[in-house]
């Protein structure tokens, strides 16, 4: 591999470790850690979350590492068990798990998706968690027994199926808004608004059942509404946050969604709406059509 392909790896790890912190940062966020308080997660706190990003950082970096030394997946799937127990040890929770995963496999297909169009990188992140899923087993865990549960997706699905929550919802969300209200806040509310709609998340399952994922559904349509009418959705979204803490409800898997597509829109220079920079990867058509712009070719 050429020193440029190995730049362009490390360019994207900078943007996963932004768009963890982005998501963090984005304020109000109903039942999840803002900069305004931890929402439902008592165990959790900025300072704590802020630490576990520093965790994140650490590991796209001995993962770039690897990747650069042509070493095979299972070495970098290793790396990430590692990360995983490194997190809950430093940390006493959980709190990026998901983050974790995610942010490795992408990092790992952009590495090696073989042509620079979107469909083939997604073809490779389905390709990818199907030789990692294949090659781990069935574990006990809160989103295993969610999935037995509820016949749930959670992030399996997800990955599986190639991301479609970031490609399929989250950006197209995020841009159709930035076009229309020209404010990059109102488009991540947007974005989130179409997450808390399409997210299969299971540790909303895992905390409130059917009915919790039900209610985080119903209210993403409301935001959406709100934002469709021109009105400011704040308001609302703090009334949720309290009646989530009451509720101990939450959605670290949309939070976790919502830190990627930040990812994927920085990579293809379109948070703003146009260009900010050269992105990592090959850009088609030069107007930030991420549709045609995000790819792991070198
Ligand atoms: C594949 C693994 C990630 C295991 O997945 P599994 O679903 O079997 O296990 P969970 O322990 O439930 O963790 C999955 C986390 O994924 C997030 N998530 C859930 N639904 C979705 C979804 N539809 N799409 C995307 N992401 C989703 C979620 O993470 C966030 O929530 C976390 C808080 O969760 P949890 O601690 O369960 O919740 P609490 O209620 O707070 O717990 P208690 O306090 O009550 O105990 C937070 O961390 C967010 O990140 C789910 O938690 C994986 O473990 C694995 O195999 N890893 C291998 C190592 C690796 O990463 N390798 C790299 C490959 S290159
Ligand atoms: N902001 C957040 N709050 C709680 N859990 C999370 N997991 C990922 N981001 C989170």
């Known amino acids: 591999m050429n020193s440029s392909h190995t730049s362009d790896i490390e360019l994207l790890a900078m943007f996963l470790v932004k768009g963890v912190a982005m998501e963090l940062y984005l304020t109000p966020k109903p039942g999840l850690v803002d900069l305004n308080d931890c929402g439902s997660h008592h165990d959790l706190s900025l300072a704590t979350m802020e630490r576990s990003i520093h965790i994140i950082a650490d590991y796209l970096d001995q993962l770039c590492r690897s990747l650069a030394a042509g070493e095979e997946f299972a070495r970098q799937a290793a790396i ?134 039900s209610r985080i559904r119903r209210d993403g349509r409301q935001i959406e509404r709100l934002i469709a009418m021109g009105e400011d959705c704040e308001p609302f979204l703090h009334r949720l946050n309290r009646e989530y803490i009451r509720m101990n409800l939450t959605m670290g898997g949309v939070a976790d969604m919502l830190g990627l597509s930040y990812c994927y829109l920085l990579a293809c220079g379109c948070l703003l709406g146009f260009p900010e920079r050269h992105p990592p990867f090959e850009r088609k058509n030069g107007h930030g059509n991420p549709s045609e712009g995000f790819s792991g070719a070198a």
């Not at 992408?106 to 294949?134: C, K, M, N, T, Y």
């Not at 808004?177 to 947007?190: R, T, Y």
């Open 80 to 213: 990430g068990r590692r990360a995983e127990q490194a997190m809950l040890a430093d940390l006493g929770t959980n709190t990026h798990k998901g983050y974790l995963f995610l942010s490795g496999l992408l990092l790992v297909a952009a590495w090696h998706a073989p042509s620079a169009d979107e469909q083939s990188f997604r073809e490779r992140i389905a390709a990818l968690a199907g030789e990692f899923f294949a090659a781990r087993g069935e574990q006990v865990t809160h989103g295993q027994q969610q999935r037995a549960l509820h016949g749930a997706g959670g992030i399996v699905r997800e990955v599986m199926n190639g991301l479609p929550a970031l490609f399929d919802e989250a950006v197209p969300a995020y841009l159709a808004a930035l076009e229309i209200h020209g404010h990059p806040k109102i488009a991540s509310f947007a974005m989130l608004a179409r997450l808390m709609q399409t997210v299969d998340d299971t540790t909303t399952l895992h905390r409130c059942g059917s009915m919790g994922l």
